[in-house]
């Protein structure tokens, strides 16, 4: 059940959307990835126009896709990307930024990015020689996960902790070696989790083997979806980021890719409380 809502929820995106603000240099941000890229991204068109620029998004995302799967992708030619290869869509007029990422569940073992993250920058710098390229560093899974990303082969990271120290460790190991700026947006995440009044715990007091229909465990402070009713039965996902974890990624993209002063940001999802949303902005600024 939770197979399918996450196919059906982080389908293929290619799309572009321009936001228009007055004044300001027009930026054009192209993004290769998947669902974490997805929902990094999520408000930064909101927060690209309160910062007064103009910002247009290229998305190349296909959910749980790996360097190595954009890379033969890209190498094939295949139009995998809602009609489009990649290597059309990267050729559509000049880009200024561009971004790439490694699957979450692979992101902690560096193995796994080469030869594909240096053939898909060498593919860029061939058809976007002036862009800047910069590597997207996710987030561990949230501490109460049923299992965590792997770090070496098939083995697993044990806890929240590790997988976000092998994750941390390779995209820094691969944007050394290739010239990239980090995204990091994982550290944004730790940060919040490390905090003795921010992190999230999980409900001892809630019954999981006998849940009441539409009663939800307390989520405080999460920054993962984690538990959810779905066609009446509760469905798990401790690796996707809710709406507060999309926000606080947004954040770290617009600091780090736009230069945006994230403390004089006014907009904020509803469901975000204030105290939480300033929280964020001293955790973002201090990266």
Known sequence: MLSKFRTSLFILLSICITVQAQGGK?????????????????FLPQLAKEGGMELELGRAELGGCSL??????????????KGKSLREMLSNGRWDIVTIQQYSLLSGDPDTYEPYARKLVEL??????G???????VWAYRNDAEAFGKINGNERAKN?????????????????????????TGDAFRAMDSSLKWHYSKDT????????AGQLPNQANSLHVGYIWRDGKLAFDANHANTAGCYLGSLVWYRTLLGGKVKKVKFKPGTVSAPMAKEFKQVVAAL
Do not use: D
């Not at 027009?26 to 990094?40: D, M, Y």
């Not at 862009?131 to 560093?137: D, E, G, L, Y």
């Not at 007091?205 to 849940?211: E, G, H, I, K, R």
């Open 68 to 81: 190595e799967r954009h890379w033969k992708l890209a190498e094939s030619g295949e139009k995998a990307y």
């Open 131 to 137: 862009a800047k390229i910069f590597i997207h560093q």
């Open 160 to 184: 929240a902790e590790e997988m976000h120290r092998h994750v941390r460790a390779a995209y820094h190991k691969a944007a050394a070696e290739l010239g990239l700026t980090v995204i990091p």
């Open 205 to 212: 007091a809630y019954n999981f083997n006998t849940p009441q």
């Open 26 to 42: 027009k930026i054009r941000l192209f993004i290769i990835g998947n669902s974490f890229s997805q929902n990094a991204a999520s």
């Open 124 to 129: 860029i710098r061939s058809l976007q020689p």
